[in-house]
């Protein structure tokens, strides 16, 4: 009786977690460029509270961590010439910042005192040569669909635009950003495109993610009542092995 509380616990642990992102998911439904998370689940071998020889371990649900679907969210029209959309999956801006670079679906950018092109929290966005400078009292500028950007007929860069053979290698950083966490090198990126006056709005679906969380709810509660159901067992045989000693 204790193996199915300790298995009913294991996946309210779960369950509590898959609340969390898909809560997360629903609050990040208008963030730009935010991809819609799940949890991973998977199967633990523990020991059984009474493990006899003879007797197999006890399968407990396990947190595997949070899997990322980055798929293309909606490019939407903003009219905003420093707004970019990477029309296409699987490519990043790259991004510099105080722990080297970063990678993000989040182009809206903005030029900050010193003319350099940069995030809305302030970091550069990086080009072939480095990060980007503007003239702002030079007109706006044009971006064409390869990132190249122009200003008043110069060139003043082109975006880098990174991809990765394997997308797990990324783990999320805030701010919209993503960190390659391996020694995967980031590749060039090939068939997408640039949409200048544009963003990519977040791919949660948010019907889905509140369909979600009713299920979880549920099976919270189903948990809930077996484990309830479990200890009352016990204590009915507690209590009639009392009265047949």
Do not use: C, H, W
């Not at 199915?4 to 629903?26: C, K, W």
């Not at 490519?91 to 510099?96: L, P, S, V």
């Not at 640039?194 to 791919?203: A, F, I, K, W, Y």
């Amino acid at each position: 009786m204790e193996n199915a509380a300790y298995i009913g616990l294991s996946r309210q642990m779960t369950l509590r977690r898959e609340l969390d992102i898909a809560a997360n998911n629903i609050a990040n439904a208008e963030t730009t460029g935010f991809k819609v998370e799940q949890l991973l689940l998977g199967t633990e071998i523990g020991q059984r509270a009474r493990n006899d020889a003879v007797r197999p371990g006890v399968s407990f649900v396990l947190d595997k961590g949070v899997g990322r679907d980055f798929g293309q969210g909606a490019l939407n029209e903003t009219g905003r010439t420093l707004d970019f959309a990477i029309d296409g999956e699987g490519a990043f801006f790259k991004i510099q910042d105080g722990a080297g670079e970063a990678y993000t679906r989040d182009g809206a950018f903005t030029v900050d005192p010193t003319g350099q092109l940069v995030t809305k929290s302030g970091l550069p966005v990086l080009g072939d040569g480095g990060p980007i400078v503007v003239d702002p009292a030079r007109g706006a500028l044009t971006v064409a669909e390869d990132g190249t950007i122009s200003q008043d007929g110069q060139l003043l860069g082109t975006l880098t635009l990174a991809r990765f053979d394997d997308l797990a290698v990324l783990s999320k950083d805030g701010d919209g950003l993503y960190r390659n966490a391996s020694n995967a090198p980031a590749l060039d990126a090939t068939g997408v495109q640039v949409r200048q006056g544009m963003l990519e709005g977040s791919n949660v679906n948010t019907l889905i993610e509140i369909t979600n969380l009713i299920e979880i709810n549920r099976a919270y509660e189903r948990a809930t009542k077996m484990i309830e159901n479990v200890q009352d067992l016990s204590r009915r045989s507690v209590e009639r092995l009392g009265r047949s000693s």
